[in-house]
């Protein structure tokens, strides 16, 4: 779950109007990086999934910028995301390469997301607010929008946004950032799970559950549902790793 939300405050002063053009200009131009950077990220995820990109290869800047005809920084941006997500390492000094998949610590990973998704969950259906109930019925109508239009990307969006939304209705601080940041690592993962025959639809019918059992309070059923969505993720996953090319299933210790 590897989105970043930036809040700025509207500007003051009778000089606003002189000054909207140019931040317009600039603020097309944040939205046309944050697109490249997200063609750059995707692109190499797939390539990094399918084998194409194998563990310790280096990952050149300018050839990147040049095979997606874009200047080095959306590049540089969506390497700091892969970075980020344990897809790719940096060594000190030298240049990014593409991390072994660790499978085990990976395993590890989604168990531990699975419970505290789950106790997300139960704390939600306890504590939610009509407001944010409300939120999480849009977020599913935008759904099944998304999913009946065939939109994989927005669809992926969209199962973000009701996953946070999700988070943010324990009004535990300590339990959403916890969850978010192993969310985060776990996000190029969980949206490869989506593109599984069948997955999308699947993944829209249990968020549709999740709804029906938080709106009636049915706390522990929720805990137990949503421990179960995410470990599903896990087992998809651990079907392609069972299919991958040797080159991905390099561990840590066979990478060193």
């Known amino acids: 779950m590897q989105s970043r939300v930036a809040e700025s405050s509207p500007s ?26 997200e063609i750059v990220r995707s692109a190499l995820e797939k390539d990094i999934f399918s084998g194409s990109l194998a563990p310790a290869t280096p990952l050149d800047e300018d ?7 874009v200047s080095r920084t959306p590049v540089r941006e969506a390497l700091l995301q892969l970075i980020e997500a344990g897809l ?27 419970e505290l998704e789950a106790i997300c969950a139960r ?35 969209q199962g973000v946004r009701f996953h946070v939304t999700l988070w943010r209705a324990t009004h535990n601080d300590v339990l959403f950032e916890t969850t978010r940041n192993l969310a985060i690592r776990l996000n190029p993962f969980r949206m490869f799970q989506l593109r599984s025959d069948g997955r999308q639809v699947a993944n829209n019918e ?7 059992l938080i709106d009636a309070g049915k706390a ?26 040797r080159p991905v299933l390099q561990t840590q210790a066979e990478y060193a």
């Open 123 to 157: 704390l939600a259906t306890r504590r939610i607010t009509p407001q944010e109930r409300e939120a999480l019925s849009v977020i599913q109508r935008a759904s099944d929008a998304a999913l009946a239009a065939g939109d994989d990307e927005e669809f992926g969006r």
């Open 12 to 37: 003051n002063g009778a000089s606003a109007g002189k000054i909207a053009r140019p931040r317009g200009r600039a603020k097309a131009q944040d939205t046309k990086k944050l697109t490249q950077c």
């Open 63 to 69: 050839a990147i910028a040049r095979r997606f005809s």
């Open 206 to 212: 249990d968020h549709k559950t999740l709804l029906t």
């Open 88 to 114: 790719v390492e940096k060594p000190s000094r030298q240049r990014a390469v593409v991390a072994p998949l660790d499978v085990r610590r990976l395993i590890q990973m989604f168990e531990t997301l699975s």
């Open 220 to 245: 522990d059923e929720a805990y137990t549902f949503m421990r179960g969505h995410v470990t599903v993720q896990g087992d998809v996953l651990a079907e392609y790793i069972s299919v991958a090319p």
